[in-house]
């Protein structure tokens, strides 16, 4: 599971990983213990320098200067200056003409994308209530964050980032609950998917038709025309021939091309950033937006962005002529009737009932949506991702002070562990077998002597934190080459002497053969120039940099050769795929 240093902790010291394996050891911190509140706007808090503040603060500043600007705004529009301004820079131009009514193309993908966007939003909720903590810098430092959606993390205990998750009611998450992002990653991407294909239709016809004139800006006049509807519907006035059915205002024109060109896209782009393949391959991705944290903050932002142009477009239909516009938007005419407006209920009528069949269907048929998921989304992370190997590293002075802990609980509950650790893992044997013409039983020593590789590379953990640090130990692919696996060993199996989730079986997970041939795949038994503390896995971990935290399994007892890991365990691929929906790939 994804892993880091935990409070208190100085990269791996002697003196703070002792008192932290004493507190985890005998007061089980790990084991689900504190409050797990639910997402209120009360408990949303903004950095503003070294201070938080709360969200209803800022509500209420940012009411103040709407309030502020409206007068202003008013006062501009009865003076001479404004007068002027508004008569030469007019908000609707009279030309060129625009054909009226909307074209076939438009009315299907509106309405198709509003249905994407409720999924996708609603998802994206949920998955980000499982780290609610928005960053600026890659290292994901409590207190450093500069938006969180709960309070600060304990500073007397040691606090992991499965216990800082938070509960989302099903009527704002998909699929609600707590701790549920593997099934909420599934709807998220699945519909991702839809809404670039439902894009690409989109593009395809509106740059192979006249409606292209419609939303693209072709003069810089828009800009000062744009500021004229700005001061005018700030003003609390509507511009001179207003209707959304034959011309857009130039502030509309400017809005929806915004929203198509440049939202759109930049969802998109974000999003991808967010991989461990693309970001430990191309570095620079990343840094097109800043780093990957920041990538995160402006995905989020981008769907703040959506839902506010949501509210104020509604709101414009229903200002301009709300059943004529219905009715454009739906039956490319301007009929004064409520013929759009019944279309309109029922497409909404139906999208709530999507949703609450998907709610329903996410809690009783969890493993059916886990594989058709793992049928598209996985088979396009394998397109997307599956033929490059990550290669980025850092330098020392760029590792983290702070990664978050994210196990469920030590391996103090397997006596083979504590027999080990007691006598400093002197009698630790990594046993390797299955379909491979050699197996081993190797000691630390054994594997120390095999060879050593240190890198310093950036660790992603599926609920959405970051950090770097650097890893010492030996190349898989050593390890192969020792074993030589039989032709049909594809999989390779990896057991922890940790139990999974709250207890039961033991963690483990798989991971392909050629993943773990990359040059960045380790067994590390170092971390951060240190002993590999044993918070974070001794005596051994794995390091894959192009997988999500959660497959780089710890405290290793022995790895096995398959054939495929549906073999294995419920058939999914691991611990957290069998038995919490994740997929068995992620890449993103």
Not at 53 to 62: H, Q, T
Not at 72 to 81: E, P, Q, R, V
Not at 348 to 373: D, G, K, Y
Not at 458 to 479: T, V, Y
């Amino acid at each position: 599971m994804a892993d880091g240093v935990d409070p208190g902790e100085d990269n791996g010291s002697p003196a703070s990983e002792a008192e932290l394996q004493d507190e985890f050891l005998h007061e089980k911190l790990l084991s689900e213990q504190g409050t797990h509140p639910r997402m209120r706007l009360t408990r949303v808090h903004v950095r503003l320098g070294r201070r938080f503040f709360s969200v209803w603060w800022l509500l209420g500043i940012a009411i103040t200067l709407a309030i502020a600007l409206v007068a202003a705004a008013k006062l501009y529009f009865a003076s001479g200056a404004g007068h002027q301004f508004l008569a030469r820079h007019a908000c609707i131009p009279l030309s060129p003409p625009v054909p009226a009514g909307m074209p076939a193309f438009v009315r299907w993908t509106h309405l198709l994308t509003f249905f994407l966007l409720v999924i996708i939003v609603r998802s994206g909720l949920q998955v980000l209530a499982d780290h609610p903590r928005l960053y600026t810098k890659v290292h994901c430092t409590p207190g450093r964050e500069w938006l969180r959606f709960r309070g600060p993390v304990p500073p007397d205990r040691v606090w992991t980032a499965k216990q800082d998750t938070i509960t989302l009611s099903p009527l704002v998450g998909l699929p609600g609950g707590r701790h549920t992002i593997g099934v909420a990653r599934h709807w998220h991407f699945i519909f991702d998917i839809l809404f670039v294909l439902t894009g690409i239709v989109y593009a395809a016809f509106l740059f192979s038709t006249p409606w292209l004139h419609r939303l693209l800006p072709t003069h810089a006049s828009i800009f000062p025309a744009a500021a004229s509807c700005a001061v005018t519907y700030l003003s609390l006035h509507l511009p001179r021939g207003a209707s959304g059915f034959f011309h857009y205002d130039a502030l509309q024109q400017l809005t929806y091309f915004s929203v198509i060109f440049i939202l759109a896209p930049l969802a998109i782009l974000t999003g991808l950033a967010m991989s461990p393949a693309l970001d430990n391959r191309f570095r620079w991705y990343a840094r097109l937006f800043g780093n990957r944290q920041i990538a995160r903050s402006i995905h989020f932002l981008v769907m703040v962005s959506f839902l506010a142009f949501f509210i104020g477009h509604m709101a414009l239909v229903a200002l301009t002529g709300l059943a004529p516009n219905l009715n454009d938007i739906t039956l490319a005419n301007n009929h004064n009737n409520l013929d759009g407006f019944a279309i309109w209920l029922l497409v909404i009528a139906l999208v709530i009932a999507f949703n609450v069949w998907a709610v329903r269907f996410s809690w009783t048929h969890t493993r059916v949506l886990q594989r058709v998921s793992n049928l598209t989304v996985g088979r396009v992370m394998d397109l997307l991702f599956d033929h490059t190997a990550p290669r980025v590293e850092y330098r020392r002075r760029d590792i983290s002070p702070y990664l978050w802990p994210n196990h469920a609980r030590l391996p103090d509950s397997s006596p083979e562990w504590c027999a080990l650790r007691d006598e400093d893992f002197r009698g630790y044997r990594l046993k390797v077998h299955g379909l491979v013409e050699n197996p081993v039983e190797l000691s630390l020593e054994q594997l120390q002597a095999m060879g050593k590789q240190q890198q310093i590379t950036l660790h992603h953990c599926i609920q959405g934190w970051s950090g770097i640090a650097e890893w010492g130990g030996l190349p898989f692919a050593e390890l192969i080459e020792r074993v030589r696996p039989k032709p049909e060993a594809q999989w390779v199996m990896f057991y922890s002497f940790a139990a999974g989730g709250e207890g039961g079986d033991r963690y483990y997970d798989s991971h392909s053969i050629h993943d773990l041939r990359h040059p960045q795949s380790l067994l590390a038994y170092e971390m951060n120039g240190e002993r590999l503390p044993i918070l974070h896995g001794r005596p051994l971990r794995l390091r894959v940099e192009n997988q999500l935290g959660f497959k780089h399994v710890k405290w290793i007892s022995e790895i096995e050769f398959v054939h495929h890991f549906s073999e294995r365990y419920a058939g999914q691929g691991g611990y957290n795929e069998d038995h919490e929906f994740f997929g068995y790939r992620d890449e993103i």
